[in-house]
Nanobody
């Protein structure tokens, strides 16, 4: 089936940057809506950023000035550039492929923002 693999998570100091990447299996062709979600322990999973087929983007208000979602369609990859990270950004970040008839999730990658 569809496979999404996230990478780029890790430990970073407050104020620092991280870049997350999500690559879909090669069987997925064309441009699709993709999104990043995150979930901290005890919290609900929340939408962080989404990029549509047309290239429109939307962001969680608290990250809008700091995070940027982008895609490389030729590589079936979506990125999340995270700057000025705060401890409240600590969570497991998940990549999601959104189709009309399918929704696939990656396994998640841990982002920890701490001194």
């Amino acid at each position: 089936q569809v496979q999404l693999v996230e990478s780029g998570g890790g430990l970073v100091q407050p104020g620092g940057p991280l870049r997350l990447s999500c690559t879909a299996s090669a069987s997925i062709r064309g441009t699709h809506t993709m999104a990043w979600y995150r979930q901290a322990p005890g919290n609900q999973r929340e939408l962080v950023a989404r990029i549509t087929v047309a290239g429109s983007t939307n962001y969680l208000d608290s990250v809008k000035r700091r995070f940027t979602i982008s895609r490389d369609s030729a590589k079936n990859t979506v990125h999340l550039q995270m700057n000025s990270l705060k401890p409240e950004d600590t969570a497991v970040y998940y990549c999601k492929l959104e189709l009309l008839s399918f929704a696939s999730w990656g396994q998640g990658t841990q982002v920890t923002v701490s001194s």
